[in-house]
């Protein structure tokens, strides 16, 4: 027999729960891609249940759904033109009364409705009591209990949803606004269904609510409509400001005059949350036990990954050099063993980290803390112009610029994301270290320490400038306000840290993956033809090109080799190193190597500088760019980060030099 | 009647509790804000400072809700 289909769309507040209760539906069968059009992550997945196909997707966590994000956008859309058979929504039993807001949201769109109530044992257990009967009856909707964390309550819900299902009844439950906003309500409902090309799925109550409330997204959906102009008068003949306090504080009331009846709650005493918290943000201890905590997962993340990056990385290479032994002739042998592979290398060697991060961020904003690590930096992250929230993925950066930026993610603001992932690049990451060493241990002796340190400060200090000068320019503005709920501290479900960990991996793979295989089989044909040239060498492409940008890269002390061993670096920064290896004919030796440099009278202790400089800011490598592409999803914001990145490169390098120059250097 | 005075909700100590009056913040925090719970009428404590004394952890509708001072300086209250 055929089987039916149901499709159901889950909303809900951050912290929830919602995804753990996705997760415990669905299980492995889940899908995960981006909203068209945009950067947010669509996750969907289907359940078999008796005679059912039941489709789940995973709408983006909101508190509400007005245009503030496009997380809520992208959720209301949903719910309005995909019509889901049913809207599940989960709410914290816990924390009902703010919950039950974007319940009032939900019904205004007209959708059916039902309601999980999760974690009822948190409640239960600080002493709330809920009254399951009388909320159904006040809300008009069904409401099913569940434990999603022990999969309590899953067949109860599944059934229930099939229930609806059958009914297909619809429950129009209004909140009323009072009789000035009813009668502007009226008006322009009235103005608007004169419209008869008007896009139907959308109600129109709602949309009138919602240009009441100064919706921008709402109002550009009807702006060709030919009425307009006539509902724009309206709006423009009231407080706008007022009215949006006013309905906000209709729906709040609304709340309030039904709350007491379905929900005694326990006096305010103090929870374990509220004790952890009296400890994890105190005065004295917030700091170092958060900066221990970074330390942790810093270490965690990159330590950790070591090995297993070493691994992979022999294995490729490895499997390179059996290849090419194998293959004829050998330009096959070369094209496979070090274009392809060594290209495949080059991608997975990043998933380990990538895995461990996302492994750990999970269970850090699973536990409740990474909203705390927010709260903590936010007033020196504000200072220069940036959110709480970006202070972990700059940190990261430290140790690899491709998960860091991966990193950005939790920040919710567009613009205070990409100036985050536009300033990540400058921040020293592990790969650039070989480069100062070996510059740095040749050039400069027993300065070697200092010259290294001071080359990350220079990152981080470009990268606060950068921020200051985007924030000026183009991306205008201040951060994002600081309105973020500091949910109580669970402890993590390790499954839904398992999963986000896959998702986010594969992701990585899949999207910034083909980018920067694609970016190593172009530097490989450039080092290796025309045909026949040793690989790399003076007489290949890489060699023109090294000579051709010598003109442009002369002013900052730099010979051709210096601009070819810069052009392999764009694969990966340590490969600098051996690049200058292969050009100075001193092979893997890098004491054999330091000789070299230091008999080379057309590098000097100050080039030598400057050129650790240029090597830190320049573009960033490949993977960055193609988790740069993959992260904004803008070719635009890639080709900024790129030029914005060279010319930065170019003039720290040039001050640098003619400087030291200047002084007699 | 004890004389109420009306503040801005930067000035709560650490364990005081208020009522909102009015929110004065302007653009897109105003709806946030607004989404978040901070409504006229509503209760309103402070928790405590973030360790750099900014922003701040406010227990609003039985949960917490974390703002900076900058926003809290437009949002008026009468001390309880």
Redesign the interface.
């Known amino acids: 027999m055929e089987k039916r289909e149901i499709k159901i769309a889950l909303t809900g507040n951050p912290n929830v729960g919602k995804t753990t209760l996705f997760n415990a539906l669905t299980g492995s069968r889940q899908h995960v891609g981006n909203w068209p059009g945009v950067t947010v992550e669509k996750k969907s997945g289907r359940i078999s249940y008796k005679e059912y196909d039941i489709e789940v997707i995973d709408l983006p966590g909101t508190?509400?759904l007005?245009a503030?994000s496009m997380d809520e956008i992208v959720a209301r859309d949903f719910i309005i033109e995909e019509k889901p058979d049913l809207v599940i929504q989960v709410v914290d039993a816990?924390?009902?009364?703010?919950n039950l807001?974007l319940t009032t949201q939900l019904m205004e769109l007209g959708s059916q409705m039902l309601i999980v109530l999760n974690m009822c044992d948190i409640a239960e257990e600080r002493g709330d009591r809920i009254y399951i009967d009388k909320m159904q009856e006040l809300l008009a909707t069904p409401v099913i209990t569940t434990v999603a964390t022990q999969k309590k309550g899953i067949c109860d819900l599944l059934d229930k949803v099939i229930e609806q299902k059958q009914i297909e009844q619809h429950h129009g439950h209004e909140i009323g606004y009072g009789n000035e906003i009813e009668e502007k309500i009226l008006e322009i409902e009235k103005v608007l269904s004169e419209d008869e090309t008007r896009d139907k799925r959308y109600p129109l109550r709602w949309v009138s609510i919602r240009l009441l409330?100064?919706d921008s997204n709402v109002r550009q959906k009807i702006s060709d409509s030919p009425v307009y102009e006539r509902a724009m008068a309206i709006i423009d003949s009231i407080d706008q400001?007022e009215y949006?306090?006013e309905i906000?504080?209709k729906r709040?009331l609304a709340i309030n005059t039904v709350f007491p009846q379905m929900c005694t709650?326990a006096n305010?005493t103090l929870t374990k949350s509220?004790m952890i918290?009296r400890v994890l943000?105190?005065?004295?201890l917030?700091?170092p036990i958060f900066l221990a905590l970074m330390w942790g997962a810093f270490e965690l993340t990159f330590a950790f990954a070591t090995p297993f990056m070493d691994m992979i990385d022999i294995a490729a290479t490895w499997f390179a050099d059996y290849v090419s032994s194998s293959l004829h002739p050998d330009w096959l042998a070369s094209l496979v063993g070090d274009g392809i592979i060594g290209g495949v290398g080059a991608v997975l060697v990043f998933v380990p980290n990538i895995f461990i991060l996302f492994f750990l961020l999970s269970l850090l904003e699973g536990s409740g803390y990474l909203?705390r690590a927010a709260?903590?930096m936010?007033?020196?992250m504000?200072k220069i112009g940036m959110h709480?929230k970006s202070f972990i993925p700059m940190l990261m950066g430290f140790g690899c610029n491709v998960p860091a930026i991966m990193a950005a993610r939790s920040i919710e603001d567009d613009k205070d994301r990409l100036i985050t992932i536009l300033i990540v690049p400058f921040v020293s990451c592990g790969a650039r270290l070989p480069i100062y060493v070996l510059f740095a241990g040749t050039f400069f002796g027993r300065q070697a320490g200092t010259v290294i340190f001071a080359m990350y400060i220079l990152g981080i200090l470009i990268a606060i400038i950068s921020a200051k000068l985007l924030r000026g320019t183009v991306v205008k503005g201040k951060p994002?306000?600081?309105?973020?709920?500091?949910?109580?501290y669970r402890v993590p479900t390790f499954k839904t840290s398992v999963i986000h960990m896959w998702d986010n991996g594969f992701m990585y793979i899949k999207k910034a993956g083909s980018i920067i295989l694609v970016g190593v089989v172009v530097i490989w044909i450039m080092a290796s033809f025309p045909w026949g040239v040793e690989y790399g060498s003076e007489a290949s492409y890489v060699g023109s090109l090294g000579h051709a940008v010598e003109p442009l890269l002369k002013p900052l002390g730099f010979d051709w080799k210096i601009s070819v061993a810069l052009i392999f670096g764009l694969v990966a920064k340590e490969i600098v190193v051996a690049s200058m290896g292969v050009l100075y004919g001193a092979g893997d030796n890098s004491e054999a190597l330091s000789e070299r440099l230091l008999a080379d009278p057309g590098i000097t202790a100050l080039s030598s500088l400057s050129l650790m400089a240029f090597s830190l800011l320049y573009m960033p490598c490949v993977a960055t760019v193609g988790v740069i592409k993959k992260e904004t999803g803008s070719w635009k914001w890639t080709m900024f980060a790129i030029i914005y990145g060279v010319l930065v490169a170019w003039i720290t390098a040039f001050i640098i030099y003619q400087g030291g120059r200047l002084l007699g250097y | 009647m004890v004389d109420i005075q009306e503040t801005t909700l930067d000035t709560l100590e650490p364990g005081e509790k208020a009522r909102i009056t009015k929110v004065r913040v302007k653009g897109a925090a105003r709806r946030k804000l607004f989404d978040m719970g901070m409504v006229a009428g509503a209760d309103i404590e402070l928790v405590r400072n973030a360790p750099l004394g900014d922003p701040m952890d406010y227990r609003i509708k039985g949960y917490h809700l974390s703002i900076r001072k900058e926003e809290a300086s437009q949002i008026f209250i009468n001390k309880l």
């Open positions: 508190y509400s007005t503030y816990s924390n009902l009364e703010r807001y409330e100064g400001e949006e306090a906000a504080d709040y709650r305010d509220d918290d943000t105190n005065k004295y917030g700091i909203a709260f903590i936010d007033k020196l504000y709480g994002a306000p600081f309105i973020m709920e500091l949910p109580p």
